[in-house]
């Protein structure tokens, strides 16, 4: 049965009626009723056989009768978007292009010529900031302590700080202890001149006045009856230095700093000493990383005194080396003639430092020969209670010195250096209680003396806020011509504090601990002191801009030890005062 194109229109209107809204269900049924008899009647219709008229054209039996078939797809489909996935970001680092592409230049050839010649670029030293302006400080510091410890401190400035500068310093202190005759006072004044002139040279002087008065207090037994001149022991240095060296190096490429200096030392006792000092070192760069050092010394000393008359100690050395500085390595290779009062002497003078990590480990290691010149000064402040009277000889010390060590920095604050080192010392010089009451200490070099020295320096610093440090050394002495090491310490630990609690409150402490060195009783009888401890404490707090107020406290356990054999130092003492700045 085929159905005609009315039928195929009412199945469909059948179908969404069907899919209608509720409201609308007694229509649709309505729809559906007048559907259903017109589709019977259709029916009945298409069952008769159709009859042609015998008056219907052609054209219209030409017509094609037969009905088009048209299907129809139901669907309940109800139309939704899906719900999209959220989409995550993940940040990852661009990978690095390793890949090289070669690049080829093709530069034709310049045939012009011209008659300029490129004039060569040297580097020049930037000169100062004149935006920043030079001031010149003075201050004062004065205070008072037990032990009838006057206290004072002065520091004067002047000049413009570019073509000259001028530097005062005086200061005083002294003190009297609880024991009979345990007195000391020390008096300096400097005079420090820096000028530099139009043709960029660099001139220094400084004058200098030192005066330490010492008593000769460790008597023992304590019964024994001095007067004020027999323990006085009164110490007089005046001195003049001389410098110059060029600031700027000059197109011969020369680097040169001589000096000169002159001091004249006396005490109470008739003693007279002359010493002078020629130095002439200078540098010639040979290349970007080496150049070439040299230094000539002339050490020049004279000692008058109740035992000796005119008795010399010269001393003269020259000091050629070739220096390699690269930014991983540095190598002094050279060595040392000299003459020691007469005595030819050829010493070595080689060191090399390498750098492993930059300057957070740097390593070290040398083989150097030295002197460590011995003049009556120069032992009067090792031990001010020398006996000058009986000095009849001045030897210099040299020495021989192999070591190896590092060095470096962790970090911005905290650096470090230790060094491992064996000396051999020739004419190391002594120091024996001698003399009535044993108060004195004479002089007593040895020959040959063997040294084992172990050094290590440790330090933490945060800006000019805080500042912590530490150091050490060993020493252990062997092959010594003498019985023992008289006077030398074998061990030493220090350190120290420095810290700006609040902008205007500053604290410093020191702490300072050593092995007793060996000392020989009257008996001949070689004996060690004890371990010594002392820790200072300091305070400073500005009150004014002007003006702050001082607190030092020295030997806070009040340790009754003894650097020197019989010399008891003084106990727990306080100092305070005041700081004026003129500004």
Known sequence: MLATPVDAQKRSKKQKAKTSQSSKKKTTAKTQK???????????????????????????????????????????????????????????????DTTRIPLAYKVPAQNLFFSYQPVPIKPL????????????HQYIKAGYGNYSTPFVDAAFAFGDGQKETWNINAGHVGSKGQLPFQRFSKTNLSFTG??????????????????????????????????????????????????????????????????????????????????????????????????????????????????VKNLGNNLYYIDPALLLATNSLKLHLGFVPSWDSAQFYLLPDI????SIKGDQLVVMAGWQGYYQKNTYRSLANVNPFIWSEVINQLRNTRIMEQYAGFKGSTGKHLTYNAKLAFLRLYNQPLFLNDGLGRKDFRVLYDGSMDVLRLKAELNYRVQEKFNIGAAMQYQQFTRTTAPKAFGLLPFEVNGNIRWQVLKDLHVKADAFFFDGAFYQTALGENRKQSFATDVNLGLEFKVKPKLSVWLQMNNMLNSRYQRWNQYEVLGFNVLGGVVYSFR
Do not use: C
């Open 194 to 307: 820096i000028f530099r002139s139009a043709d960029k040279h660099e001139w220094t002087t400084r004058a200098f006045w030192n005066n330490q008065i010492q008593y000769k207090y460790g008597f023992l037994p304590n019964s024994l009856n001095f007067v004020d001149t027999d323990l006085k022991q009164s110490f007089n240095t005046t001195g003049i230095e001389l410098g110059l060296q060029n600031k700027e190096v000059g197109e011969n490429g020369f680097l040169y700093k001589p000096q000169f200096s002159f001091s004249y030392f006396s005490d109470n006792r008739a003693a007279r000493e002359v010493d002078v000092v020629l130095k002439a070192p200078f540098q010639k760069r040979l290349s970007k990383f080496i150049s070439f050092d040299f230094n000539a010394v002339a050490d020049i000393t004279r000692l008058t005194n109740n035992a």
């Open 125 to 136: 030293a930037m000169d100062p900031d004149s935006a920043m302006k030079w001031e010149n």
């Open 351 to 354: 060191t090399a430092e390498a």
């Open 34 to 96: 007048g559907s259903k008899k017109t589709s019977s009647k259709q029916k009945t219709s298409t069952d008769k056989p159709k009859v042609v008229d015998p008056t219907t054209t052609a054209l219209e039996l030409s017509k094609d009768t037969t009905a088009s078939r048209v299907v129809t797809i139901t669907s309940a489909f109800k139309p939704s978007l899906r719900s999209a996935a959220k989409i995550n970001f993940t940040a990852a680092s661009a990978v690095q």
